[in-house]
């Protein structure tokens, strides 16, 4: 079956040191891979995506993803963390049209 | 300006109750979804329309019907509304697997 794993449900991190959000796939073929963030009571937005080419997908809000194919992972990625990047994380994956969601990660940052 | 938009934003309704939700994008985008969020959080699709054809439907309870009466619009209407049925709803549409999200549609159903 396919899915995607994001292994914790929260990650906390202090604002101004680097953060990591894992996320794991087991999907065939070559996927489409996606981070959303969910802001509190709002819609889905878009970070970043990773089509093809450099493993390392630069996004939106200063956020990135590395792409490894051999251990068939795309972890969420930012140097320094601001208290207003806490929010609520979605690794998704797309091997057809359908997309396919983690479970979610929540990250917060603390002053 | 807004791409994908859906209404109402909240909606609280009775168990019992029929209910619709429309959702509109400007994308120009030929393929439109419906997800489902949970209490959890966890979210899941439920159909895909392209060009106004069903072409995925993830074994939703057929007292959800969605309509698509041309490419820009995919609505969604619940009959007999259950306690169950309370969730979040995003409307999608998409561009090479690329999903443009709705801002959503909670619905409570007391």
């Known amino acids: 079956a396919q899915s995607v794993a994001q292994p914790e449900d929260q990650v906390n991190v202090a604002e101004g040191n680097p953060l990591t959000v894992k996320c794991t796939y087991s999907v065939s073929g070559n996927p489409y891979l996606f981070w959303y963030v969910q802001y509190p009571n709002r819609g889905l937005q878009f970070l970043l995506k990773?089509?093809?080419?450099?493993?390392l997908v630069k996004g939106s809000y200063g956020f990135e993803a590395e792409f490894n194919k051999s251990q068939t992972s795309f972890h969420l990625k930012k140097p320094s963390a601001l208290v207003s990047d806490s929010a609520l994380y979605f690794c998704a994956v797309s091997p057809t049209d359908k997309l396919i969601f983690g479970t979610g990660t929540r990250l917060q940052v603390f002053p | 300006d807004t791409a994908v938009s859906q209404t109402p934003k909240y909606l609280v309704t009775q168990m019992g109750n029929d209910k619709s939700i429309k959702c509109e994008q400007n994308l120009g985008h030929d393929t439109m979804y419906w997800y489902k969020q949970d209490s959890k959080k966890f979210l899941k699709i439920m159909f895909s329309y392209n060009n106004k054809e069903l072409i995925i439907n993830e074994t939703v309870p057929n007292r959800f019907s969605p309509k698509s009466p041309d490419k820009a619009h995919l609505n969604l209407h619940i009959n007999s509304l259950e306690l169950g049925d309370s969730a979040v709803y995003f409307c999608?549409?998409?561009?090479?697997?690329?999903?443009?999200f709705g801002p959503g549609t909670r619905l409570t159903v007391t």
């Open positions: 999608a549409s998409s561009l090479q697997r690329e999903k443009f």
């Open positions: 990773y089509i093809t080419g450099d493993n």
